[in-house]
């Protein structure tokens, strides 16, 4: 359901011949949904929202309680040009027992989803997240991906010692779709866009979240 309503302009590549930008959030107003995203329902305004700290850097912010609302960008994004994504993100509250290897326990605090195809029979992904429980760098599948579709997860941060703290992520995306796929080499592997979520709908809990600065890099 998700992956479907992936349906939007693509990000611009911008000036900056060695970037391709998705958000930095700080063309959108202020208390409003980011402009340029999608929703699966209206309820996601509720929970995702542009804020601005003292300095007036905006940012996303998600408030997250016992629910699965994310917001979800188009950009096709060519990885064998653009492999890596770059952004920052800072977990303020995680779901008590997260755990993304169990469908009861499936909620992170913070993820970010590349969604390399959105079709709706078999979708594929590599989820990054701000695990509550699992130890950074656990790989593993997501329990919600339907068959015959591929749902890699990777837990990049987790637990709450840096809680309330901006972390800044470098992730090559290509090498990751290399080594979970088995692909030695590729002259070009287009995404379909991103998918921003900080959920607590299974542990019943509170999930929140900032994310900022997310762009793919040479």
């Not at 993100?89 to 303020?92: E, G, K, V």
């Not at 326990?105 to 605090?109: H, I, N, V």
């Given at each position: 359901m998700i992956l479907a309503t992936l349906a939007l302009a693509p990000a611009d590549a911008g000036a900056n011949p060695n970037h391709f930008p998705i958000d930095d959030f700080e063309s959108s107003s202020l208390g409003a949904l980011p402009a340029?995203?999608?929703t699966r329902s209206d309820?996601?305004?509720r929970f995702y929202a542009v804020a601005a700290e003292p300095s007036g850097n905006q940012y996303l912010r998600v408030r997250n309680k016992a629910t699965h609302e994310s917001l979800l960008r188009k950009a096709k994004v060519d990885l064998v040009k653009f492999p890596h994504l770059e952004w920052r993100?800072?977990?303020?509250a995680l779901p008590k027992g997260g755990n993304e290897q169990h469908k009861a326990?499936?909620?992170?605090?913070a993820a970010i989803n590349v969604v390399i195809s959105s079709s709706?029979?078999?979708p594929r992904t590599i989820k990054y997240t701000w695990s509550t429980t699992l130890p950074v760098g656990t790989a593993t599948t997501s329990p919600y991906c339907p068959w015959p579709g591929r749902c890699d997860v990777i837990v990049l941060q987790s637990g709450p010692d840096k809680k309330g703290q901006w972390v800044v992520e470098r992730r090559n995306v290509?090498?990751?779709y290399k080594r979970l796929?088995?692909?030695d080499s590729l002259n070009k592997l287009e995404i379909d866009g991103l998918i921003v979520m900080s959920d607590g709908d299974n542990t019943k809990s509170f999930?929140?979240?900032d994310y900022d600065d997310i762009r793919f890099a040479k």
């Open positions: 340029g995203w999608n309820a996601t305004a993100w800072r977990a303020n326990t499936c909620d992170s605090s709706k029979w078999k290509l090498a990751d796929y088995g692909k999930s929140a979240a």
